[in-house]
């Protein structure tokens, strides 16, 4: 009862937030099927595939690092409306272009999803006031977690029924009526998603980064995590079928990821809400280098479980709590180009996880776990650590007032 008392105190425009980030993330498949559609019914070898969606992956990231930056000069509601249309119009062609044009098209279509990733961080911040955002960013996450355990398995059904081409028209058309709500819901004059937060007198991006030393040294540690969480979906199961475990095991362990994080992020981010922020976010990486621990022993089904359940407790902590506390720090005028920074630092290991892990492991796979503890644990020592640099704990001054008004959130990878 207290979960849902949560969800009542958090404002009426964000709970129509989650709503649409799960309706929209229910269609967002398309990347859980890229390698099979290129290797399949595009006939591409493994070598060409990985190019392709390895190039897709690089705009992803870009567009999460420079959305922000375009969010601050031209509005955040611009931004997200924009990405949502180029992204949904290149997912919907691409089924009827030719190979070449892929290798623009769905860099452009991931640049732009990213760009809508960094647009609706800076909304939520930019919609609710310091002391709440934690809560918001919870609820918006759980929309989108949620949409995760329901759109694979439709994507499965749609590609089993008819054609992997129709995940692509599915995905596009869903990004282009997501687009549509939008800009339904946003208001399209006078707010602070419209108006752009540019201001040629204020200092500069590196002045005030400088003024926060505490947020370079936490995108940084969060940048170094996510290359080492994200081994999740890249070397992990690897290791496990070399290990006896199949494909149906692999799959048990992501539902027990997804399980805790829909049953224990609400009332984990309400329960913490008056904690300090760097003091959980620093416990909550701590957690995930003690989880890639456990596979140093061993690889059974017991250490897998306990690992998969100590990744998902430092999940819990750390991202919701890292994400508002950065919004907490920005100043208005910088608020996008903050959540920009952010945002490109926590999806970095979707490209770099990869083909790190994955050298790594080929080379030396004893190292492979002790390597992955030692750096998340470091990260986490460095947010403990940043705890007393000067104005560690000091949240800028809100930066809105008055009601918060509808966010919207395009999955792109679980977690």
């Known amino acids: 009862m207290k979960v849902f008392g949560f969800v009542r105190d958090v404002p009426r425009t964000v709970r129509l937030l989650a709503l649409g980030s799960f309706l ?50 031209y509005g955040h509601r611009r931004m997200l409306l924009t990405g949502a249309l180029v992204s949904g119009a290149a997912l919907a062609v691409l089924p009827v272009l030719p190979v070449a044009a892929m290798y623009g098209a769905l860099p452009l279509a991931q640049y ?108 940084a540690a969060i940048l170094c995590v996510d290359l080492v969480y994200r081994q999740q979906y890249s070397t992990l199961p690897l290791f496990l079928a070399e290990h006896g475990h199949d494909a149906r095991f692999y799959g048990w362990l992501l539902s027990i990821n997804g399980g805790l994080i829909l049953l224990l992020e609400l009332p984990a981010a309400h329960a913490l809400r008056r904690r300090a922020p760097l ?43 890292a994400t508002a506390y950065v919004a907490d720090q920005a100043p208005a005028h910088a608020q996008g180009r903050f959540q920009s920074l952010y945002a490109g630092a926590s999806i970095s290991g979707q490209v770099l996880a990869p083909p790190l892990g994955g050298a790594l492991y080929a080379h030396a796979p004893g190292l492979l776990w002790p390597v992955c503890a030692v750096l998340a644990c470091a990260a986490g020592a460095a947010v403990l650590a940043a705890r007393r640099l000067r104005g560690a704990g000091a949240p800028s001054a809100p930066v809105c007032e008055g009601p918060a008004a509808p966010v919207l959130e395009r999955r792109t990878q679980p977690g």
């Open 112 to 219: 732009a999803a990213g760009v809508v990733r960094a647009a609706n961080a800076a909304l939520v911040a930019v919609s609710v006031p310091e002391g709440s955002r934690r809560q918001s960013f919870a609820l918006v996450r759980a929309g989108g977690n949620a949409a995760f355990a329901v759109g694979p398995p439709l994507g499965a059904l749609i590609a089993a029924r008819f054609s992997y081409d129709w995940l692509f028209v599915a995905d596009g058309l869903g990004t282009l009526l997501f687009a549509g709500y939008a800009a339904a819901v946003l208001p399209a004059h006078g707010t602070a998603h419209t108006r752009p937060a540019h201001d040629p007198g204020a200092p500069g991006l590196l002045r005030e980064l400088w003024a926060r030393p505490a947020v370079p040294v936490l995108l």
């Open 279 to 321: 003091g959980i976010v620093g416990a909550g990486l701590l957690l995930v280098g003690l989880g890639y621990a456990v596979l140093i022993p061993g690889a059974g089904a017991l250490f897998a479980v306990t690992m998969m359940a100590s990744l998902t407790a430092g999940e819990i902590l750390y991202k919701t709590t």
């Open 24 to 73: 929209n993330g229910v269609v967002s498949f398309t990347f859980v099927y890229l390698f099979v559609y290129l290797t399949g019914p595009r006939g591409l070898g493994v070598p060409q595939a990985g190019v392709i969606a390895g190039i897709g992956g690089v705009g992803l990231v870009a567009g999460n690092f420079t959305g922000g930056w375009f969010g601050d000069r």
